[in-house]
């Protein structure tokens, strides 16, 4: 029983420290409609702000002097005399700017000698490749020949085929069937191609060209008979001339010729005539004529050769397919012999052609090997070279960065010993401030985010900060006085005119920002029970109702209490608490007047709960619970006659408290 009333007396303990704390700093004001007096001039000012739309950004500023982002001091590791020296104190020198060097004559004159060798070979591959192009020209040359040659090949081939299909021809047979005439070889004879054997003719069928009236051409031809001894025969207009002339009587005429079929035949000299009917008009020919075979055709040997068997007999009659003879094959045979004796000849010559072209890409091989040779003798060299190279570097001092070239300590002249420092490059081109951020800070904090840089004597930059970025972030903190610092390393982005080391400069590091967003006065907020409110302006009359969770803090409510019901106990514990902080009995009760006029500058408003977001020392945004173009009103401002205008954020907490997750510093809307 005496834990729990133990317990209760701690909480009302609590409970009035919190009440004498507000009463006694606030207890000055006296409410009225906007300004209220109170006894001895202190004036309560009724403050208000809208809520607007815009952009609200949280930063953490710290302060560090300048630094070079890199400095290096050159040495020369190889002793030797400095030749070169092409800088002094305070010059602005480039990156890959050759700043000193020793003395190279000894390694130029082994560079010139691996040069010489190298443009030495370089020749010998030049002839070498000139051999190469050389022979391979000449194995063109080799395969155009044996190209010729196997075309050469590709004839005699044909010859030979045609050859053998003119074996076939060794055998003659009769064309048509009629009676032999003018057999002109015998048996053993040895002919040539296109050589006559004989006349074949049918000597039944006849053909008679006759001269004729040419008026035969203007009409109809009805009928064309040949007449033989009185004897009619049948004609056959084969064809006429294809111009007419005039005979030795005047008498106009055109040459026919006409076929017609006796097959008894006609001796040998006998003569026949001619009548055309055209029109129904005859017409004689002029004169006889005697009539010659129609059909007849010459026995012709297509090849060259012996006749071994001869089937031709004189006015005997032969038919179509008879064979009238046969030739020796072996001419065709001497003459496909000496036709492959020609191909293997040209087939060895072809032979030959390949061993030269084996011959000339072995030498080709050859060279090439004494090519690759000759590369890899280059190789060497260069390696040489490449290895030189890093002799000639030891020599040289090459800027590695734009910069400014500080304390020489060397002339042109001097003999440098091992690791004699020759001079040191500042980079100016990024300076850096290494600043302390807070632990509770530094997790917010991320390599890239943007900053602003103030340097404070440039006042330029107090209008226009530089622009800056977040590089590096300490991982292992600084603890000094139970608070544990991070070092934070930012990096200017731009130049800046009249800048030097070790200047004293302000970072702000930009941690968040929200854009197109509700935002009020940061003092705007009321804090209860771990809740945001605030209190916006209604235009009644009605007293703002506090949240029963803040039952004792209530400025709606008023801050009074009943102590008629405590213990002997709780009124010690209380009393006690007033005596330490110096607090009267007169005091208590201008503390019942003070919460009284509190109570009445917040008439006409309501407390409404809103949810916040990003903020800084002056706004804070609002994610929901009022709109922009309300105002919320501010807690008051007061002045007496000896002072400005107060503070009155102590009205309702100590200003300096951190809103939990709030930066240490600095702010951007």
């Known amino acids: 029983m005496k834990k729990k009333r133990f317990k209760k007396i701690i909480t009302w303990t609590i409970v009035v420290v919190i009440l004498i704390v507000i009463g006694f700093i606030g207890y000055k004001f006296i409410s009225s409609d906007d300004n209220q007096t109170l006894d001895g001039g202190t004036t309560l000012t009724k403050r208000t ?3 607007l739309l815009g952009d609200v950004g949280q930063t953490i500023s710290a302060s560090g002097p300048l630094e070079a982002s890199e400095m290096t001091n050159y040495r020369i590791s190889t002793p030797g005399e400095l030749v070169i020296l092409n800088i002094n104190d305070g010059d602005f020198v480039k990156k890959g700017e050759l700043l000193a060097s020793l003395s190279t004559t000894d390694l130029d004159e082994v560079l ?12 010998n591959i030049d002839t070498v490749n000139d051999d190469i192009l050389d022979l391979n020209e000449n194995i063109s040359d080799v395969y155009e020949s044996i190209s010729e040659k196997q075309d050469d090949i590709a004839t005699l081939q044909s010859e030979i085929n045609d050859h053998i299909n003119s074996k076939s021809d060794l055998t003659i047979y009769s064309p048509i069937s009629g009676i032999v005439f003018d057999i002109r070889v015998d048996t053993g004879d040895v002919i040539n191609n296109g050589t006559i054997l004989a006349t074949i003719s049918d000597t039944n069928i006849y053909e008679v060209e006759l001269a004729i009236s040419a008026k035969i051409l203007e009409g109809v031809i009805q009928s064309n008979y040949v007449y033989y001894k009185n004897t009619r025969y049948d004609g056959l207009l084969v064809s006429y001339a294809d111009y007419t002339y005039i005979n030795k009587f005047g008498k106009e005429l055109v040459d026919v010729v006409l076929q017609f079929t006796m097959e008894s035949g006609i001796p040998t000299g006998d003569k026949v005539r001619a009548i055309i009917t055209v029109d129904n008009i005859s017409y004689s020919s002029d004169t006889d004529k005697v009539p010659y075979y129609a059909i007849s055709e010459n026995i012709v040997s297509s090849l060259q050769g012996e006749i071994i068997s001869l089937n031709l007999f004189t006015k005997k009659l032969v038919n179509e397919g008879d064979v009238l003879a046969i030739l020796d094959p072996s001419y065709i045979d001497d003459k496909i012999e000496l036709l492959n004796n020609q191909i293997d000849s040209l087939n060895d010559q072809i032979e030959s052609y390949y061993s030269q072209i084996d011959s000339y890409n072995d030498q080709i091989n050859s060279k090439n090997s004494l090519i690759s040779d000759y590369e890899e003798n280059i190789e060497s060299i260069q390696q040489s070279i490449d290895n030189l190279q890093d002799d000639y570097d030891a020599l040289q001092v090459i800027a590695d960065y734009n910069g400014i070239i500080t304390n020489i300590n060397v002339s042109i002249g001097d ?22 951020i807070d632990e509770l800070d530094i997790a917010r904090v991320k390599i890239g985010m943007d900053a602003t840089v103030v340097i404070d ?18 991982l292992v903190g600084q603890s000094q006085g139970g608070v544990t610092t991070f070092d934070v390393t930012v990096a200017l982005e731009e130049n800046v005119e009249g800048l030097m080391l070790a200047m004293n400069a302000t ?10 967003t509700l935002y009020v006065p940061i003092e705007a907020i009321t804090m209860m029970g771990g809740v945001s409110y605030v209190y ?41 608490k007033r005596d330490a902080a110096g607090i009267t009995e007169s005091d208590i009760a201008k503390i019942e ?28 945004e609002i994610l929901n619970g009022v709109k922009e173009g309300q105002v919320v009103v501010l ?35």
């Open 49 to 51: 702000a809208p809520v």
């Open 112 to 123: 010139e000698n691996y040069e010489s060798q190298i443009e030495n070979t370089k020749e």
């Open 415 to 436: 003999m440098i010993t091992t690791n004699t420092t020759l001079f040191t490059l500042i980079k100016m081109d990024a300076p850096e401030i290494s600043i302390s």
């Open 457 to 474: 004597a440039l006042g330029s930059t107090l209008k226009t900060p530089a622009l800056a970025k977040v590089t590096n972030i300490s």
């Open 507 to 516: 970072a702000t590091i930009f941690i968040d920002n929200s854009i197109n």
């Open 536 to 576: 916006v302006e209604t235009g009644g009359t009605e007293i703002p109702i506090t949240p029963s969770s803040t039952t004792g803090t209530s400025r709606g409510k008023g801050v009074g209490f009943d102590t008629s019901n405590m213990t002997e106990e709780e009124l010690k514990a209380i009393k006690e």
């Open 593 to 620: 007047t003070t919460a009284k006029s509190l109570q009445e500058y917040y008439i006409g408003t309501s407390l409404i709960e809103v949810t916040t977001g990003v903020y800084n020392e002056s706004f804070i």
């Open 635 to 669: 807690p008051p401002t007061y002045t007496t006659e000896d002072t400005d205008t107060a503070n009155p954020s102590s009205i309702f907490g100590d200003s300096s408290t951190r809103i939990p997750g709030m930066g240490s510093g600095g702010g951007k809307q």
